[in-house]
């Protein structure tokens, strides 16, 4: 059965997001992400990443095809490394 695998770019990039938002705050000097941008940076990253996944289950299920569990897992990626930015930006403090 083929795998559904047209989003993963979407993944990727929202990944890649969320890693550099990690270095960013882990690396500043002075403030260049506040507490409201890190919020915003990433609760959307994870809606739009819900979204793409939830998406993805319908996508699948219309054209009898495979889900992606690559998908899932940097999904999984990218709620931890959002939850790690919050604790990384909340010791620095």
């Known amino acids: 059965m083929e795998e ?5 770019p979407v993944f990727k990039s929202i990944l890649a997001a ?11 000097k002075k403030e260049l992400i506040n507490e409201f ?12 990443s819900a979204i793409t996944l939830f998406m993805i ?3 699948v299920d219309e054209y009898n095809l495979a889900g992606d569990p690559q998908s ?3 999904f999984i990626a990218i709620g931890c490394i959002s939850g ?3 604790i990384i930006y909340y010791r620095r403090q």
Do not use: A, P
């Not at 559904?4 to 993963?8: D, E, G, N």
């Not at 969320?18 to 500043?28: G, N």
């Open 72 to 74: 899932f897992c940097m």
């Open 84 to 86: 790690l930015n919050f």
């Open 18 to 28: 969320s890693i550099l938002v990690m270095l960013i705050v882990s690396t500043q």
């Open 4 to 8: 559904f695998v047209y989003l993963r």
């Open 57 to 59: 289950g319908f996508i």
């Open 37 to 48: 941008s890190l919020w915003f940076i990433s609760i959307l990253c994870i809606d739009v």
